[in-house]
């Protein structure tokens, strides 16, 4: 990712870099690649910080768990939409360049925001993404059938809506992500199109780093 990078940066275009797993990066690659001027945008940098409920209110503490879960996700994206407007708005900015584009939360709300002021994004994925792996890891978690699963009442009529978010894997319909959630996304535009493909949400180019990718 970083090489295409820099290849975009010495053809006059300055990219701004996400990096979801920065402990992954080579830093001398890194500090190259500031140094010949581009930016790189590490998640922390970005404004948001997670609420502590215990500051809200006694309605809040009230509220049924859904209803909570739900208005914290929606507020965790809204603050998100604003920590990257305020980063698009301070920093001249001409591309993008992530990992990839269907991560629901920093990567689906960057491009949003990016697309909305026209600056082309590029996802160079660091390795294959198979949905069954993605399935696997979904089945592999306590509470599956709830989270993922069509046991719930949301989630199955989320499947009915959008057939393109539901994966069949061994014999069992799943969801990318909760069903609340999803409904969430989709209405603040941060939802992929199709979230179990590789490149299934609103960049503007895919690429690789090697032929196999």
């Known amino acids: 990712m970083l090489p295409i990078a820099r290849r975009l940066l010495n053809d006059g275009q300055c990219p701004i870099l996400l990096l979801l797993n920065p402990n992954e990066i080579d830093q ?43 208005i914290d996700y929606f507020i965790g994206i809204m603050e998100k939409k604003k920590s990257v407007n305020y980063y698009l708005e301070n920093n001249n900015i001409v591309a993008l360049v992530l990992m990839s584009d269907r991560i629901i939360g920093w990567e689906t709300v960057i491009i949003r925001e990016a697309n909305k002021r026209k600056i082309p994004s590029l996802i160079v994925p660091v390795s294959l993404s198979f949905p069954d792996a993605a399935a696997e890891y979904r089945l592999s978690r306590s509470n599956w059938e709830i989270d993922f699963g069509m046991r719930n009442m949301i989630n199955r009529m989320v499947a009915i809506l959008f057939p393109d978010w539901v994966y069949e894997y061994k014999e069992q319909r799943l969801l990318f992500i909760p069903g609340y959630q999803a409904l969430i996304a989709w209405l603040l535009g941060v939802m992929p199109q199709k979230p179990w493909t590789l490149g299934g949400g609103s960049a503007s180019r895919m690429g690789g780093k090697q032929v196999h990718v």
Do not use: A, W
């Open 28 to 70: 001398e690659e890194v500090d190259h690649y500031k140094n010949e001027g581009g930016l790189i945008l590490m998640v922390q940098q970005l404004l948001y910080s997670d609420k502590d409920n215990k500051s809200k209110g006694l309605l809040y503490r009230l509220l049924p768990y859904l209803f909570k879960s739900s």
